[in-house]
C-alpha cells in the first residue's frame, strides 16, 4: 500500500475554545484581522472515523498528556453534496507539535454508503489493520470507534504564513460494526485552530493578541469519546 507523507515536519497546531455555537462573530474578527486573513476554501464537512484499541490505548495516551502520542482515523470530505475518497491517515504529536502520515485507501462504494453496512465496515477494518501492520505494534488491535464531522472554514495570512481553520456544529457518535445506527450528539462550542511551521512560533502572540481566545487542551477525538462512551469520562 503507497504512504503519501505530505507534511514533511513537524508544525505546531494550537487550538482555542470559542464558548459559543455561532462562530459569525469569530469569523469577522478574523476577516478583519491586522494579519490580513483570507478565505483559503470554501466551507466544506470534514468527516473523520478514528479507530482505536479495545482498552483505548490512543484515547489514554492523549488524555494522560504522554509527550509521544497518536491517532488514527479515516478522514474524507463533503461539499455540495459530493463526497471525496477517504484516505487513512495517523497523526503523530510530540509535545506541542505533530505531523501526519497519509495512506492510500481502497474502498469499493461510496464511502457513507460502506460505513452504514456491517460486512463492509469489517472490511475497512481489516484493511486498516493490513495497512498500518507495519506502522504501529497496536495495528492488529485497531477497532472503529468514533464517527464525528463537523463544518470548516479556512483562512490564510500571507503576512505570517500561518492557516487558521473554524469549526462547528461538531457532531459525535460511537461507531462499530455493529452500532452504526446509534444517533449523534452535539458540541455546542467552535473550535479554532492555528497551524504554522515551528520558526514561525515568535509571530504568535502578535496574532493571538487580537483575538478573544485563550490556547486550550482541545481534542475533537476527545471531546466526542467523552459525549459518547461513559468509561472515557
Known amino acids: 500500500m503507497r504512504k503519501l507523507k505530505l507534511d514533511t515536519d513537524f508544525r505546531y497546531e494550537r ?56 491517532k488514527v482515523r479515516l478522514r474524507w470530505y463533503e461539499q455540495d453534496g459530493v463526497f471525496t475518497k477517504p484516505h487513512l491517515e495517523i497523526k503523530y504529536k510530540q509535545g506541542d507539535v505533530n505531523t501526519k502520515y497519509f495512506f492510500d485507501f481502497p474502498i469499493e462504494d461510496q464511502i457513507m454508503n460502506s460505513i452504514a453496512d456491517y460486512k463492509k465496515m469489517t472490511k475497512i477494518t481489516s484493511q486498516v489493520q493490513l495497512i498500518l501492520v507495519h506502522e504501529l505494534q497496536q495495528a492488529s488491535l485497531l477497532q472503529p470507534c468514533l464517527l464525528n464531522y463537523y463544518q470548516r472554514q479556512y483562512y490564510f495570512s500571507k503576512r505570517t504564513q500561518m492557516r487558521v481553520t473554524v469549526d462547528s456544529e461538531l457532531k459525535c457518535k460511537q461507531h462499530s460494526d455493529h452500532l452504526y445506527q446509534l444517533s449523534f450528539r452535539t458540541q455546542d462550542n467552535c473550535i479554532l485552530e492555528l497551524k504554522y511551521e515551528v520558526e514561525d512560533d515568535k509571530k504568535l502572540r502578535a496574532v493571538t493578541n487580537q483575538l478573544p481566545l485563550r490556547i486550550s487542551k482541545v481534542s475533537k477525538y476527545e471531546i466526542g469519546m467523552r459525549m459518547t462512551y461513559p468509561q472515557a469520562s
Open 15 to 70: 487550538k482555542y475554545l470559542w464558548p459559543h455555537a455561532e462562530p459569525s462573530s469569530l469569523v469577522q474578527q478574523i476577516k478583519f484581522h491586522p494579519a490580513l486573513f483570507t478565505e483559503l476554501y470554501p466551507m466544506r464537512t470534514v468527516y473523520s472515523l478514528y479507530f482505536d484499541t479495545p482498552n483505548l490505548f490512543f484515547l489514554q495516551q492523549n488524555v494522560l498528556g504522554h509527550f509521544d502520542r497518536a
